[in-house]
């Protein structure tokens, strides 16, 4: 599932990065990848759920969750598919 082009809240301050890796490893939909440090390699992909910024001690991300996942429902209640949101 892919969310609306170029409408995405993430942010991610690479300053802040440590390159601990959490983000990659909770992130549903590979995000990011951590090489070092970390870098947004799928923007579109992002769902809003709020993972990687609360799973990031240092502050390097910010994204305004929950409105991914009203989209997900939204479409799945328009659709009829299965909700691939959680
Ligand atoms: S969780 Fe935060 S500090 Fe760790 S790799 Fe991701 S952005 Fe960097
Ligand atoms: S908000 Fe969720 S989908 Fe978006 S980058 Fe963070 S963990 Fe991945």
Known sequence: MKY???VVSLCFDE???TGCG???EVCPHNVFKV?????I???NGCIEC???AKNCQ???IKVCSGVGCAYAMIKSKVTGKEC???
């Open 4 to 6: 609306i082009d170029n």
């Open 15 to 17: 300053s802040k990065c």
């Open 22 to 24: 959490m983000c990659a």
């Open 35 to 39: 090489d070092g440090v970390a870098e």
């Open 41 to 43: 390699i799928n923007r």
């Open 50 to 52: 709020g993972a990687c």
């Open 58 to 60: 240092f502050g390097a």
């Open 84 to 86: 691939s949101c959680c």
